[in-house]
């Protein structure tokens, strides 16, 4: 459901178009990254996740791409659905670390438009 | 496989109440964790679990207790409720952390007068 003063980036793409979302991640000695799917009035979903010692990792229909010298991490969904509106968001971490230190970001709507 | 459930789905409470949000799980899983999703902010974990009889604080512990007595389940205590409480709550679990899928359950939404 909505919030009252929530004010997310939107992405909006048709039906059928490639979807990319960025996230930028602020620790670089987090080597393991999350993108999760969050539909309206659910919890979150994981979608893919990556390890800093790739730079790339494809699912069905999604890839994560990792750029550690710039700290940019991004989601790409192939031939976006209207299934696929939600709320997308990344989460930092390092394998290493203890479990409190497992970061979310705040999120990317995607609006899909038939 | 029921998942992660959670009860209630949503609650008002006024100022001072106390009550207790239900999590339970079907997966065995080790790993347990509340989160709290506030608008324009990210999950901040509040408490979590690694087993039965382990609880450690998250990022935002204040206000919150937790208890681990079995696997499957892990109730969270508002021990006196106050606004800033007002938040959608995520229970989730995992078998191996965080650098393991977590499956999250389908949220609290606690309004507090």
Redesign the interface.
Known sequence: ?E??????PTLSVQEGDNSIINCAYSNSASD?FIWYKQES??????II?IRSNMDKRQGQRVTVLLNKTVKHLSLQIAATQPGDSAVY?C?E?A?TYN??K??????TKLNVKP | NAGVTQTPKFQVLKTGQSMTLQCAQDMNHEYMSWYRQDPGMGLRLIHYSVGAGITDQGEVPNGYNVSRSTTEDFPLRLLSAAPSQTSVYFCASSSRGHTDTQYFGPGTRLTVL
Do not use: C, E
Not at chain 1, 3 to 8: A, E, I, Q, R, Y
Not at chain 1, 41 to 46: A, I, L, S, V
Not at chain 1, 102 to 107: A, T
């Open positions: 459901g919030s009252v003063g929530l004010h997310l393991y009035g659910k919890g979150p979903q994981f996740d968001f989460a971490g394998s479990f409190n497992f970061y979310f970001g705040s999120g």
